[in-house]
């Protein structure tokens, strides 16, 4: 799981199906195994974000506190960039490519927590944009890349199935189970790449290779060899 180590990070390519931390339900998280890296003195890297459990792809930890404390401070001034791939579906979205820009708004539904759309003057109501476009569509389906500009709860999985296009796998939020006569057995969205301010100074940039299951899924639905589009400005 491990693709980038040094004195300051650690950056780990999550499989899907894993937690980052602990939550409603007990199981082990990926926050659990982070024990494996913790020193002497008991101290151990500390998660810097989280993905949602069926997200695959690179989350970055700090391994001191000073280090920590930076990336923190990166994070909330939107100074980490972050690259997603989705596989979505009916087709490509229309426009191909553009800015979503519409309010989020949290909500409770017994136990389980939704994200809905939300007029942005509600009271409870919080911004979020995410910029996009699509590399690669069929009829049924299509490859898109997501860069997300805040960072709100099941942000970029709302914001598709607002226009639209929901990700495939995604049965909180409309998407497809089945299709290209199979099924979908997980959300098909991955943390590809980030970039982020190094603690020891510059910039790094960190990708984590798909997982298996997403280019099985690209190849069931003939999507791995067609590409369209420059890379929107400021993509990671």
């Not at 695959?56 to 391994?63: D, H, N, Q, T, Y």
């Not at 940039?205 to 997982?211: G, K, N, S």
Request: hydrophobic content about 45%; overall charge positive.
């Amino acid at each position: 799981m491990v693709i980038f180590e040094d004195d300051f990070v650690l950056a780990l390519n999550k499989p899907a199906g894993l937690s980052s931390q602990g939550g409603r339900i007990a199981t082990h998280t990926l926050d659990d195994l982070l024990e494996a890296f913790a020193r002497s003195n008991g101290k151990r890297p500390r998660l810097i974000h989280r993905l949602d459990r069926d997200t695959s792809g690179v989350i970055l930890a700090a391994k001191t506190q000073p280090a920590a404390a930076f990336l923190g401070k990166a994070m909330m001034a939107r100074r980490i960039k972050k690259t997603y791939l989705a596989i979505v579906a009916p087709g490509a979205p229309d426009p191909p490519s553009g800015l979503i820009e519409t309010a989020l708004r949290r909500h409770e539904e017994g136990r389980e927590a939704y994200v809905r759309v939300s007029p942005a003057d509600h009271p409870d109501a919080q911004a979020a944009s995410t910029r996009y476009r699509t590399l690669a569509w069929v009829d049924c389906a299509a490859l898109v890349e997501l860069s997300p500009r805040s960072g709100r709860m099941h942000q970029i999985r709302v914001h598709l199935a607002s226009i639209g296009r929901p990700i495939m796998g995604d049965a909180r939020y409309g998407g497809a189970l089945v299709l290209a006569g199979g099924a979908v057995q997980r959300v098909m969205l991955h943390a590809a790449a980030l970039v982020f301010p190094h603690p020891a100074g510059g910039e790094k940039r960190i990708a984590a290779p798909t997982p298996e299951d997403f280019r099985h899924l690209l190849a069931r639905l003939g999507l791995e060899a067609i590409a369209v589009g420059p890379a929107f400005p400021g993509g990671a």
